[in-house]
């Protein structure tokens, strides 16, 4: 991807601009400036999948509901060439919550879908890809209460054909499936498992934010897929009324934050992108972790506009899946000595 002097309209490929530029016709149709959505508009967009027990690309998905009341479920991706059925029976679990800014897409959508194979397959990890409810309908904390009742389902349920290895689980997501991972570490490391144990955290451009703006929100106008404005409406329709952008959900380390010191967090990897306005708030959280002493290690792309990794094509996306892959490999290694 080539570069471009100008720092408010970065140079992408056409076919990403063709499809920001869908996507902000759609985001226009469908929102309403109070926070509300067209919830008919919204789900007539967000073309879904089916599970399947016969390979696609080596890897079988199947859907597991939890609560049908809150359309609580997840899909495992299982990748199927290790060999036969118990050759996966020492692969890691991943714990995957999907981006859309707590409002838009779910476990199924097809990005995911397609993202969450090819993590399956490059990694050689079952994905376990959570379905939350979605705000404005469902406010915060209601997607942190999802996942973390996923974990505790998961914990305390013994899964047909499920071989993967419950003692070295990571937490991982994009967007605000990133914000989750945090938030959802933090309440799952106080909490007394029987058979989970996470070894790492993977946040991919996590959204996060604070009522102050940053370099990078104010410089980067003109990104692709999210900007300063699309950030400040996803928030009003996730936060609680009465709650602003320094709430610690948003603001992990901000004025209201959580002292997290005594919180044995796993260690954390940030993708941070050259070309996403929320990066300074991602480098915040890597600096933040920093100082409460947990491990943490950043990695970022120049060219790496938010959400970068959904795009196959892009030169970005493997260089994600390999800095992904060593540093499970080096939790992996830690966790057995």
């Given at each position: 991807?080539?570069?471009?002097?100008?720092?408010?309209?970065?140079?992408?490929?056409?076919?990403?601009?063709l499809?920001?530029?869908?996507?902000?016709?759609?985001?226009?149709?469908?929102?309403?400036?109070?926070g509300?959505?067209?919830?008919?508009?919204?789900?007539?967009?967000?073309?879904?999948?089916?599970p399947?027990?016969?390979?696609?690309?080596?890897?079988?998905?199947t859907?597991i509901?939890?609560?049908?009341s809150?359309?609580?479920?997840?899909?495992?991706?299982?990748?199927?060439?290790?060999?036969d059925?118990?050759?996966?029976?020492g692969l890691?679990?991943?714990?995957?919550?999907?981006?859309?800014?707590?409002?838009?897409?779910?476990?199924?959508?097809?990005?995911?879908?397609?993202?969450?194979?090819?993590l399956?397959k490059?990694?050689?990890?079952?994905?376990?890809?959570?379905?939350?409810?979605?705000?404005?309908?469902?406010?915060?904390?209601?997607?942190?209460?999802?996942?973390?009742?996923?974990?505790?389902f998961?914990?305390?349920?013994?899964?047909?054909d499920?071989?993967?290895n419950?003692?070295?689980?990571?937490?991982?997501?994009?967007?605000?499936?990133?914000?989750?991972v945090h938030?959802?570490?933090?309440k799952?490391m106080?909490?007394?498992?029987?058979?989970?144990?996470f070894i790492?955290?993977?946040?991919?451009?996590?959204?996060?934010g604070?009522e102050?703006?940053t370099?990078?929100?104010?410089?980067?106008?003109?990104a692709?897929?999210?900007?300063?404005?699309?950030?400040?409406?996803?928030w009003?329709?996730?936060?609680?009324?009465?709650?602003?952008?320094?709430?610690?959900?948003v603001?992990i380390?901000?004025?209201?934050?959580v002292?997290?010191?005594?919180?044995n967090?796993?260690s954390?990897?940030?993708?941070?992108?050259?070309?996403?306005?929320?990066?300074?708030?991602?480098?915040?959280?890597y600096?933040?972790?920093?100082?409460?002493?947990?491990?943490?290690?950043?990695v970022?792309?120049?060219?790496?506009?938010?959400?970068?990794?959904?795009?196959?094509?892009?030169?970005?996306?493997?260089?994600?899946?390999?800095?992904?892959?060593?540093?499970?490999?080096?939790?992996?290694?830690?966790?057995?000595?």
């Amino acid at each position: 991807m080539a570069q471009n002097d100008d720092p408010e309209s970065p140079e992408v490929p056409c076919e990403i601009k063709l499809i920001n530029c869908a996507f902000c016709v759609f985001f226009n149709v469908i929102r309403r400036t109070n926070g509300i959505v067209y919830r008919f508009l919204r789900s007539a967009f967000d073309l879904k999948t089916c599970p399947s027990k016969k390979p696609i690309i080596g890897v079988k998905t199947t859907d597991i509901t939890i609560d049908n009341s809150r359309n609580l479920w997840f899909r495992i991706y299982t990748p199927t060439n290790t060999g036969d059925d118990a050759a996966t029976a020492g692969l890691p679990v991943i714990f995957f919550f999907h981006g859309g800014g707590f409002v838009f897409l779910a476990a199924n959508s097809l990005p995911y879908e397609l993202f969450c194979r090819g993590l399956a397959k490059h990694l050689s990890a079952i994905i376990i890809s959570v379905n939350y409810r979605l705000a404005p309908d469902y406010r915060c904390p209601s997607q942190y209460e999802d996942g973390f009742d996923a974990l505790k389902f998961i914990d305390a349920t013994k899964l047909e054909d499920f071989s993967g290895n419950l003692k070295q689980c990571f937490l991982a997501g994009d967007s605000a499936g990133g914000n989750m991972v945090h938030n959802i570490a933090v309440k799952a490391m106080k909490h007394e498992f029987s058979k989970l144990k996470f070894i790492g955290n993977i946040l991919m451009q996590p959204f996060f934010g604070g009522e102050e703006r940053t370099e990078s929100e104010c410089r980067l106008t003109r990104a692709p897929l999210m900007s300063k404005d699309i950030a400040d409406w996803m928030w009003k329709s996730f936060l609680p009324e009465g709650s602003n952008r320094d709430d610690p959900a948003v603001n992990i380390f901000g004025p209201n934050s959580v002292d997290i010191s005594g919180v044995n967090l796993p260690s954390s990897i940030i993708f941070v992108g050259g070309l996403d306005p929320l990066q300074d708030w991602q480098k915040r959280y890597y600096e933040g972790l920093k100082k409460y002493g947990k491990e943490a290690q950043l990695v970022e792309f120049d060219n790496g506009f938010h959400s970068f990794y959904l795009f196959p094509e892009l030169p970005e996306r493997c260089c994600l899946m390999k800095e992904t892959k060593e540093f499970m490999q080096k939790q992996l290694e830690s966790s057995n000595i």
